[in-house]
T-cell receptor, first 117, second 117 residues
Framework: AQSVAQPEDQVNVAEGNPLTVKCTYSVSGNPYLFWYVQYPNRGLQFLLKYITGDNLVKGSYGFEAEFNKSQTSFHLKKPSALVSDSALYFC???????????????FGKGTTLSVSS | ETGVTQTPRHLVMGMTNKKSLKCEQH?????MYWYKQSAKKPLELMFV???????ENNSVPSRFSPECPNSSHLFLHLHTLQPEDSALYLCASSQDSGTSGGFYEQYFGPGTRLTVT
């Protein structure tokens, strides 16, 4: 079965510093990987995805993610963190449903990013 | 915000009540999903509808009953719930190309915060 792991419950970073939120995956076949962000009392917002192609994927709000096949990782990065980036971040992988009739996302447990001013 | 709306945003119900959650997507997608988000647990996929047909029931208790009358609307009917069912219920939609094509990201609604007393 497909799975993703987010090894850190919380990441703390000072405003203006670079940030990294870690994600590793376990899949059979080619991985389709996603990052989502959730602000308090809100739904999840799509940030970026890796399907194929360049290992460095650029997404919304200045975020990017680096796909590393040898390390089975898909870490989320941003060169300069903002206080407004403080939120809950989820890594996800596509999983085809058992009956082949559709697809779904399997989410990690989430990492809380706290950016201090 | 994301083209997926959910009502109500907050719901408090007793264990003997019957209520329904509503989701509507304005994105022209052909697949819709219900997720449950509890504190300190990963997002749990509950149901998947593709082309208005239920294609996944992820071992969800029968006190949860989904309905998808058309590709734009999704309901979750609730009856005789338990306190442990208190959670944030998230609806999502996507364009599912099935087995032949790529995989598109899911777009989430803001969620319904359900409290069972």
């Amino acid at each position: 079965a497909q799975s993703v792991a987010q090894p850190e419950d919380q990441v703390n970073v000072a405003e203006g510093n670079p940030l990294t939120v870690k994600c590793t995956y376990s899949v059979s076949g080619n991985p389709y990987l996603f990052w989502y962000v959730q602000y308090p009392n809100r739904g999840l917002q799509f940030l970026l995805k890796y399907i194929t192609g360049d290992n460095l994927v650029k997404g919304s709000y200045g975020f990017e993610a680096e796909f590393n096949k040898s390390q089975t990782s898909f870490h989320l990065k941003k060169p300069s963190a903002l206080v407004s980036d403080s939120a809950l971040y989820f890594c996800a992988v596509r999983d085809r449903l058992a009956n082949q009739a559709g697809t779904a996302l399997i989410f990690g447990k989430g990492t809380t990013l706290s950016v201090s001013s | 915000e994301t083209g997926v709306t959910q009502t109500p945003r907050h719901l408090v119900m007793g264990m003997t009540n019957k209520k329904s959650l509503k989701c509507e997507q304005h994105l022209g997608h052909n697949a819709m999903y219900w997720y449950k988000q509890s504190a300190k647990k990963p997002l749990e996929l509950m149901f998947v509808y593709s082309l208005e047909e239920r294609v996944e029931n992820n071992s969800v208790p029968s006190r949860f009953s989904p309905e998808c009358p058309n590709s734009s609307h999704l309901f979750l009917h609730l009856h005789t719930l338990q306190p442990e069912d208190s959670a944030l219920y998230l609806c999502a939609s996507s364009q599912d190309s099935g087995t032949s094509g790529g995989f598109y990201e899911q777009y989430f609604g803001p969620g319904t915060r359900l409290t069972v007393t």
